[in-house]
Nanobody
């Protein structure tokens, strides 16, 4: 069982920055694919960024050039650096993981989820 705990959410003004972190336990971290997802009330959860165990990355078009996903296999942590934040980035951000030979932003690929952290961007 993989256990995920997010931190780093908060409230910022448009144009500001935040960095989210996710601590992973319960599995050999270097072998799993990790991702960040976002959900707003009334909408489906969407994939934001994914990173595999070779550090290959994939981003949603809406965050390309503004967000950076990274992982530290020594510390079992996943990060999401968010720059130039926009009000549309507001939502609950979830860290997720899977151990399959899949690499996409699809929610259905991921088996393990954190509890989420709120990000609010005001205009």
């Amino acid at each position: 069982q993989v256990h995920l705990v997010e931190s780093g959410g908060g409230s910022v003004q448009a144009g500001g920055t935040l960095k989210l972190s996710c601590t992973v336990s319960g599995y050999t971290y270097s072998y799993i694919t990790m991702g960040w997802f976002r959900q707003v009330p009334g909408k489906a959860r969407e994939g934001i960024a994914v990173i595999d165990n070779d550090a290959n990355t994939l981003y949603a078009d809406s965050v390309k050039g503004r967000f950076t996903i990274s992982r530290d296999n020594a510390d079992n942590t996943l990060s999401l650096q968010m720059n130039n934040l926009k009000p549309d980035d507001t939502g609950i951000y979830y860290c997720a993981a899977h151990r399959k030979l899949l690499f996409s932003l699809s929610v259905s690929d991921f088996d393990f989820w954190g509890q989420g952290t709120q990000v609010t961007v005001s205009s």
